[in-house]
């Protein structure tokens, strides 16, 4: 039985959580949806994608008019992004993601580490662009963007760290950065999903779970401007680490190690 | 190069985001108070259209904005986001098979 105003609560905090980390909120309203509400995992990917374009929109606003946006390194990553993100739609449910998964799972787990250990002073400061990482970072946010697609969660957990510790972007400029970057690359994986159709079961989600993410990214955005970089730093490497555990942990339940 | 002005970028996602939020409110409302499922179901497609619609106006403006302040490589780029997913939509039409 569906709890409308349960989950909109639910929905908010998940809203402001990605909203304030510059996350699409994936990997929480996915285990969501489906352990809670005993919804399918397409339908669960369905709605999670439909549901981070307009919570990317409301953080990224706050973060657009604060100036927090770098539209040059933005704009060709949403392109790359994007057409990940459609790839992974057409070809999801035909290729196994179970070793993508485990090879997201070992860099997040080292993006981790290297996010808590980088001195970079109070972590607002932007650095000289590492020129590996800057050769790399149209073929990552590529991956990413088909990471995304395929299961409806990993954009912003691997654009942040390539943006911060590959691109030299601050902190909180890497996390609004990739708030827009999630919404493009989440509109090319719903668009493949909604044209296929079968919306009924999205529809009884999409309600709660669309007005409580708004909502709550919009009150995210609005504490990612004022939080403390340190603060934001200590809490994205848990994420890391949790996003690191979680697909591991999927992965190796793929491939039947578990 | 001229500055960016995002002043319409920001009004229209801004307009994209209240219209997102009434349709999912309206439908939510529709099915609490048990008016028609047929009333619910269009508010919600017309939601989704529109979520799914805005990315591509949102893309559309941010390039013809690059265009005024003459930053061809941005606005290229902020086109083929448009392009990429205008494909997705013919291409998924034509191709795909249901869920």
Do not use: Q
């Not at chain 1, 998940?14 to 995992?41: H, K, W």
């Not at chain 1, 943006?163 to 902190?171: A, F, Q, R, V």
């Amino acid at each position: 039985m569906i709890e409308p105003l349960t989950l909109f609560a639910l929905s908010v905090g998940i809203g402001v959580f990605a909203g304030l980390l510059g996350l699409g909120g994936g990997v929480l309203i996915i285990p969501l949806l489906t352990l809670s509400y005993g919804a399918s995992i397409s339908t669960a990917v369905a709605v999670s994608l439909l549901a981070v374009i307009p919570t990317s929109m409301a953080a990224s606003t706050v973060y657009l008019e604060s100036g927090k946006i770098d539209f040059e390194t933005v704009i060709p990553m949403c392109f790359f992004a994007a057409t990940g993100g459609v790839i992974g739609g057409l070809i999801a449910g035909f290729v196994p993601v179970a070793w993508l998964e485990l090879l997201f799972a070992v860099i997040l787990a080292y993006s981790a580490v290297a996010t808590l250990l980088k001195k970079d002073g109070n972590g607002d400061s932007a650095h000289d662009p590492n020129r590996f990482w800057r050769r790399l970072k149209d073929p990552v946010t590529f991956l990413a963007g088909i990471l995304t697609g395929l299961v409806g969660l990993g954009g912003g957990v691997i654009l942040i760290p390539l943006m911060y510790l590959g691109l030299g972007l601050p902190i909180r400029m890497a996390m609004a950065s990739s708030a827009f970057i999630v919404g493009v690359s989440a509109t090319a994986g719903a668009t493949v999903f909604v044209m296929r159709g079968g919306l009924t079961e999205v529809f009884s989600f999409l309600p709660s779970v669309v007005t409580g993410m708004l909502l709550g990214a919009f009150l995210g955005g609005k504490l990612g401007v004022r939080a403390a970089p340190a603060a934001l730093k200590a809490l994205f490497a848990v994420v890391l680490v949790y996003f690191s555990y979680r697909m591991a942990l999927t992965g190796a339940g793929r491939l039947g190690w578990m | 190069m001229r500055p960016l002005n995002l002043r319409p970028f920001t009004r229209l996602t801004r307009i994209v985001l209240v219209l997102v939020a009434g349709l999912m409110f309206s439908a939510g409302a529709a099915k609490a108070l048990s008016l028609p499922a047929e009333l619910a179901r269009m508010l919600l497609l017309a939601g989704v259209a529109l979520i799914l619609v805005s990315t591509l106006a949102r893309m559309a403006t941010l390039g013809l904005l690059f265009r005024l302040v003459g930053n061809r490589r941005m606005m290229l780029f902020s086109f083929g986001v448009v392009a990429i997913l205008i494909t997705a939509i013919i291409v998924t039409r034509t191709f795909a098979t249901g869920p």
